[in-house]
């Protein structure tokens, strides 16, 4: 018996909805504000015991809902128009959505130049060597360079909902 994520940009907020079977289709508004469009989460999940530094293993995404998101992005890869900039980022974009990942803010800067059209050569000679400096991705809870991330986590609600 599943128990699926989901977040509310107007509130911020995660909730847990349970179903008694699964069920990828449906979509529940908000329980606080009634928005329609609350968007699937990726749960994460807890794992105990001592992991080996530096290991893959102790990455705070599910593993099969990142397999899960590459089979869908390899999908969607065999469609894109390789001439239009905004179909690769438009790309990027869902796998950052899906796996709860964020992008550096070098990376985030190219991905927001190739959302506008421009030419990803042209950006990777201009920032290639930023980019090398920094991890093009960031997991929940890493901080990013010197700074902690800015952005602020969204709310947790604890309570059960029906889905």
């Known amino acids: ?6 977040y509310c940009k107007d ?6 909805f349970f179903s008694p079977t699964v069920n990828t289709a449906k ?5 606080r504000c009634k928005n329609p469009k609350l968007s699937r989460q990726i749960s994460l999940f807890a794992v105990t015991g001592r992991a ?5 293993d102790d990455l705070p995404i599910d593993e099969s809902k990142m ?10 890869a065999e469609h ?37 059209g421009e030419d990803p ?6 920032m290639g060597d930023l980019m090398g400096d920094e991890d093009p991705f960031i997991l929940p809870g890493k901080k990013v360079g010197r700074h902690q991330n800015r952005k602020q986590p969204p709310i947790k609600d604890d309570a059960l909902y029906d889905l």
């Open 121 to 126: 050569e042209k950006i990777e000679a201009e």
């Open 11 to 16: 509130c911020h907020t995660v909730f847990n």
């Open 52 to 56: 080996e530094e530096n290991s893959m």
């Open 1 to 6: 018996m599943p128990i699926y994520e989901f």
């Open 80 to 116: 894109i128009n390789e001439e239009d900039p905004r179909q690769a980022a438009k790309l990027m974009r869902k796998l950052t959505d899906m796996t709860g990942m964020e992008l550096g803010p070098t990376m985030e800067a190219a991905l927001a130049r190739m959302e506008k």
């Open 67 to 76: 397999e899960q998101a590459m089979a869908m992005m390899a999908r969607e």
């Open 27 to 31: 979509i529940p508004g908000c329980p």
